[in-house]
């Protein structure tokens, strides 16, 4: 049972557009919503995160949106550009942060 | 230059015979986890250690072993593969109390092995 459920699972989007993707959780427990993005044959890197202490956080054109009451959490990209074509995979972890769930990655493809 | 190798970063090997994949990083960091990347489920904790001799079960720990003797290595042991762990492994390293962090406790990963178990 997948204790992050991402959606969608891929996305093409113009350049310029926002790309949007969603995350939900159902684990009340978690307290550390970060985003990593992961280009062919690299490893994932951070790119954002939120605590559910605060509704929003933004990072240049990155933005997390975070609903706590809903549990749910979203990546927004704004201005999205070709460089920006990865997969992406929200994830959730507990307060000691040792235990990491992911979600199922959502691969973006932006189109010149 | 801070980074999180693996060795080997491709490995094709038959059922049942023993294998180690290595993970070493130069941060000083004392959170190391390992993961499995498959395709339409993300990717899934196996193994974590929060320091030396601390380790303990991710999600997916069945037919895996790992060690933490030193602070930098953290090996993967698959002591009898079988060909469902075939997957995309990742090593990372974490710490509450680096400077090059971003975030608190912010990850870092290697740049993965792929391993294929016939």
């Known amino acids: 049972q997948q204790q992050v459920k991402q959606s969608p699972q891929s996305l093409i989007v113009q350049k310029g557009g926002i790309s949007i993707i969603n995350c939900a959780y159902e684990?009340?427990?978690?307290?550390?919503f970060p985003w990593y993005q992961q280009f062919p044959g690299k490893g994932p890197a951070l790119l954002i995160a939120i605590r559910p202490d605060v509704s929003e956080k933004k990072e240049g054109r990155f933005t997390i949106s975070f609903n706590k009451s809903a549990k749910q959490f979203s990546l927004h990209i704004m201005d999205s550009q070709p460089g920006d074509s990865a997969t992406y995979f929200c994830a959730a972890s507990n307060t000691n942060f040792n235990k990491f769930y992911f979600g199922s990655g959502t691969k973006l493809n932006v189109k010149p | 230059e801070a980074q999180v190798t693996q060795n080997p970063r491709y490995l094709i090997t038959v059922t049942g015979k023993k294998l180690t994949v290595t993970c070493s990083q130069n941060?000083?960091?004392?959170?190391m986890s390992w993961y499995r990347q498959d395709p339409g489920l993300g990717l899934r904790q196996i193994y974590y250690?929060?320091?030396?001799?601390?380790?303990d079960k991710g999600d997916v720990p069945e037919g895996y072993k790992v060690s933490r003797k030193e602070k930098r290595n953290f090996p993967l042991i698959l002591e009898s593969p079988s060909p469902n762990q075939t997957s995309l492994y990742f090593c990372?390293?974490?710490?509450?109390?680096?400077?090059?962090?971003?975030?608190?406790?912010?990850?870092?990963f290697g740049p993965g092995t792929r391993l294929t178990v016939l």
């Open positions: 250690s929060m320091n030396v001799e601390v380790t």
């Open positions: 941060m000083n960091h004392e959170y």
């Open positions: 990372a390293s974490s710490s509450p109390f680096s400077q090059l962090r971003r975030y608190y406790n912010e990850q870092f």
């Open positions: 684990n009340t427990a978690f307290d550390y």
